[in-house]
């Protein structure tokens, strides 16, 4: 089995910066996607960023694309979020996900096989 552990999130002020950790542990080795999910209070979930494990290809939302990185490090079987220039609308429960398959559009795809229990983002105006 997989688990994915996330961290990091926390409140800053607009312009600010964050990075958050999703920890895969488990049979690490087995996941071939991996994407970032938010989803603010009334809003629908939205995936925001996603990595190919073994190629690191990488996609990102329009919402953050120059402003949100998404890197994995194989080593520590672990994948980050650098969040710059937050935005008020950038609050959000921020969720990782896993798959198991390179899945062919991983910002709209919903087969993902493993899910965290999310970390805070709050940013202030």
């Known amino acids: 089995q997989v688990q994915l552990v996330e961290s990091g999130g926390g409140s800053v002020q607009a312009g600010g910066s964050l990075i958050l950790s999703c920890v895969v542990s488990?049979?690490?080795?087995?996941?071939?996607?991996m994407t970032w999910f938010r989803q603010a209070p009334g809003k629908e979930r939205e995936a925001v960023a996603s990595?190919?494990?073994?190629?690191?290809?990488?996609n990102y939302a329009d919402s953050v694309k120059g402003r949100f990185t998404v890197v994995h490090d194989i080593v520590k079987s672990t994948m980050y979020l650098q969040l710059n220039n937050l935005k008020p609308e950038d609050t959000a429960m921020y969720y990782c996900?896993?798959?198991?398959?390179?899945?062919?559009?991983?910002?709209?795809?919903?087969?993902?096989?493993?899910w965290g229990q999310g970390t805070q983002v709050t940013v202030s105006s």
């Open positions: 488990g049979a690490a080795y087995t996941i071939r996607t």
């Open positions: 996900a896993a798959a198991r398959a390179n899945l062919w559009s991983p910002l709209n795809d919903s087969r993902y096989n493993f």
């Open positions: 990595i190919y494990t073994q190629t690191r290809t990488t």
